[in-house]
Every structure is written in structure tokens, then in C-alpha cells.
């Protein structure tokens, strides 16, 4: 970003009287202004960035949150004067974690916090939070799969492969034998009538056989077969159809190791992972994801959704977010407990909200990667369909054409005569 169009880390403008922090009533001067402390991070400074030019010797401070507050400031019925103070030590380098310096504002070294600070009960108790200006909770952060030409196999397993090809071929050879007598599309020579017995039995997977029955035991074969056919094919597309949006992975294997934001780890904690790695910057996401957990990398990245969107909006091609829970609060602004300024700027937020301002500004700094996320399809892993799950479907097939088949042969005129002729046989050979 240009250096004249950074903001200068000082806003002087005149002011009323208003309620400061801890209740008192006064009129500011140009002397007087809040004390409003800043994260200096090493990455994700679309959030809030730090900047020292050495030529002038001013700092600049930049980022979404800096926008956020700066338009709700200047958006109040009153003027407020106010100046940045990034929370760092003579190297240049952050002070201490979040909690120090949300507690600075407990211990009135700051009269505010502004930047990517999270909603906590903990710093409740001692500090009073803005409403949230992000998104909420944790994300998953995966490699997409890379291309496989073989993937169309993986929504099922081999024995459910097999199992269902046998039932294709014997559910055609039922219709096959129960049709043969009085139907002249299922007679012929004996090659035609091996192809129409398999042609029969495949085109019910797309619905397209034009044969047409005559016999209502063969009508009621097919009925049951095609609605075991419609549910194996749906489960089938869904299944191939995550399996091609996201990467599958398992995380609780051994050797897989879960990556999470450097000064973060309490949104990590809860969530039971073993094996964690922390990072500082996107290119350190995207360098640890690349590599993979078995050369020296990481399996997947959680973070909340912010950093996650900041994210994806240089590396969407290679990368997805998964599995989203709102397992944090989001970012807000941080004042003392009573400030007026809470519920003030508050509203202002909620304004930003409803008008659309926080959605303009979370593309400018590339927070908001819409197309890229669906929550609600993302909630479960796919995994592989085994014939365990369809054995019901098997065993119903399996059951009505067996009934269907032993009703047949129990009334077929041609069963009846060998019947018949193969008791004859039988009472001629006891004759002699």
C-alpha cells in the first residue's frame, strides 16, 4: 500500500463532551485522546498491519479492523480523538499474547484495543467487548484431491462392486426365464438371448430398457430392482460428488498433524488434537500444507474463519475450508467495563451490518471468498459405501425374486411337464 495513502497513526479532530471510560464526564481537549492499543502481527495484516517508516519516523497502522472502527468512530452523534499505540517491545516485536494486551485496557494502560481480538468469557470479566464485525467460529483448512483418473471407483467398495454386479446379472436372468415363454423379446438364438438377458440387466441402471413385460411376476422382479438401483445410484453420485470437492483425511491417524495460528492455541485446545503445529503467515499455511504431514508439514490447518478467508483468497485453487464450527465468538473492540463507547459503537457496527459497508470492506482487504465455502455441505468426511450398509437393500432384492422365481416355476405349464415326465422316468426305473 502506498505510504500516502496509509493512515497516520494519530486522528486529532475536535471534540464534546462525552462519557469516558470509567464514567466521567469531561471536555476533550487537543492534548487528550484515547489510548488505543494494537496487535503487531507477523502475518494477516489485511486484519491489522504495523508499519514503522524509518525516512519520517511515524508508524502507520492499517488493516480491516482499523476500518471498521475508524468509520464507526467517525459515524457517532459526538467526536472522539484518538491515537494507536502498537503493543510491542523495543525489537519491534509484539509485547505478549492477546490476553496481555486486552488486560493493558483492565489496568488502564489503554483506553481501547482495536484489532483481530476474540470474544472470551475469561477477558469478559475484566474488560467489555463490542458487538462481533466477523464471522464466527473455526475452520478446517485441507489440500484439495489432486486429479485421479480412477476416482469414479472409490464411492464404493470392491466387495459392494461385485455384489452389485451379480445381482445386475441375476436379477436379468430371473426376468430372462420368467419372460422367455410368452415374450419373443427375450426368445431367439442362443447368443441373442444371452445378450438380452445382460443388455436387460445393465439399462436398468440408467432406466433406459425398452423391452416390454408381459408377466406380472416379472414386472414386480423389476419394480423392486430398479428401487434398489435408484438408491445405489444416489448414494453413489453424492458420495463421488464430495469425494471431488474436498480432500479426505484422518485425522486421528498416527504420523497426521494439525497446524493452528502462532499466539492461537486456545481455539485449538478444546478440540482434542494431538500432534499440533503453530504458524505465523498464509505463506507459512501454504508452505506446511504442501508439504504434508509425513514430510514435515501438516495434514490440516485450523483457524478462524477470518484468517481462513484471508487465506483461501490467494490459494483457493489448492485449498479448502471444512468442517466450520462456531466454536468462537469472533473479533470485536475491546473498551472498560461501562464505557458508553461499547453500546455506541456497537450500533454503529450493526449500521455497517445492515448496509452493507463491513461486506465492501471485508472484499477490499480479501476476507470474503463467498463461492468458496458451503457450511452445510461440508459438515461430514465422505467415505467409501460398503455392502454392510446396503445389505438390506440386497436382501429384499434377493427375497422377492426368489418368491417371484418359485411362483413361476409352481405354475409354469413347461415346469409342470418336466415335473411330470421327470416322475415317470422315476416310476418306470422302480417298475423294473
Not at 428401487?227 to 453420485?237: A, D, G, N, P, Q
Not at 490440516?300 to 468462537?328: C, G, Q, R, W
Amino acid at each position: 500500500m502506498p505510504l500516502n495513502n496509509r493512515r497516520n497513526l494519530l486522528f486529532i479532530d475536535n471534540l464534546e463532551t462525552i462519557n469516558w471510560p470509567g464514567g466521567s464526564k469531561r471536555q476533550l481537549s487537543s492534548e487528550i485522546k484515547l489510548r488505543i492499543g494494537v496487535p503487531v502481527k507477523v502475518g494477516f495484516k489485511e486484519l491489522v498491519g504495523v508499519e514503522h517508516d524509518l525516512q519520517t519516523n511515524r508508524t502507520y497502522v492499517t488493516g480491516f479492523s482499523i476500518d471498521v472502527f475508524e468509520t464507526a468512530i467517525k459515524a457517532l452523534p459526538y467526536k472522539v480523538h484518538y491515537e494507536f499505540f502498537p503493543f510491542e517491545n523495543a525489537n519491534g516485536v509484539m509485547a505478549g499474547a492477546y490476553n496481555d494486551l486486552v488486560y493493558q485496557v483492565y489496568l488502564k494502560n489503554y483506553d481501547a484495543v482495536v484489532g483481530d481480538t476474540t470474544i472470551t468469557s475469561n477477558r469478559s470479566q475484566y474488560v467489555d467487548f463490542t458487538i462481533p464485525y466477523t464471522d464466527l467460529g473455526v475452520g478446517m483448512l485441507v489440500p484439495n484431491e489432486k486429479d485421479n483418473m480412477w476416482i469414479f471407483l472409490k464411492p464404493l467398495s470392491t466387495g459392494l462392486w461385485i455384489t452389485s454386479a451379480g445381482f445386475f446379472i441375476l436379477t436379468g436372468f430371473i426376468v430372462w426365464l420368467i419372460e422367455r415363454p410368452v415374450n419373443k423379446e427375450f426368445q431367439g438364438t442362443r447368443w441373442q438371448q444371452i445378450g438380452t438377458i445382460f443388455w436387460f440387466s445393465f439399462s436398468t441402471l440408467v432406466f433406459a430398457h425398452r423391452e416390454r413385460l408381459l408377466n406380472n411376476l416379472a414386472k414386480f422382479v423389476v419394480i423392486i430392482w430398479v428401487f434398489v438401483v435408484l438408491i445405489l445410484t444416489s448414494s453413489y453420485t453424492a458420495t463421488l460428488a464430495s469425494m471431488m470437492t474436498v480432500k479426505q483425511i484422518q485425522l486421528n491417524s498416527r504420523g497426521s498433524y494439525i497446524g493452528y495460528q502462532s499466539g492461537s492455541l486456545g481455539v485449538i485446545i478444546n478440540l482434542n488434537f494431538k500432534g499440533i503445529k503453530p504458524y505465523r503467515s498464509v505463506e507459512e499455511y501454504a508452505d506446511a500444507l504442501s508439504k504434508g504431514s509425513k514430510h514435515g508439514g501438516v495434514s490440516a490447518i485450523i483457524d478462524e474463519v477470518p484468517y481462513i478467508n484471508i487465506f483461501l483468497a490467494k490459494y483457493s485453487a489448492d485449498y479448502s475450508m471444512i468442517k466450520t464450527k462456531s466454536t468462537t465468538n469472533g473479533f470485536a473492540f475491546v473498551f472498560p467495563k461501562g464505557s458508553k463507547l461499547v453500546h455506541d459503537v456497537s450500533r454503529q457496527i450493526e449500521h455497517m451490518r445492515e448496509e452493507g459497508k463491513l461486506i465492501e470492506m471485508e472484499k477490499t482487504w480479501s476476507l470474503r471468498k463467498t463461492t468458496l465455502m458451503s457450511e452445510a455441505a461440508t459438515t461430514t468426511d465422505p467415505s467409501t459405501l460398503d455392502l454392510y450398509s446396503f445389505r438390506g437393500l440386497f436382501l429384499v432384492s434377493g427375497i422377492s425374486s426368489a418368491f417371484a422365481l418359485f411362483l413361476f416355476l409352481i405354475f409354469s405349464t413347461t415346469f409342470r411337464n418336466l415335473i411330470r415326465k421327470q416322475l415317470q422316468l422315476i416310476g418306470r426305473q422302480l417298475q423294473r
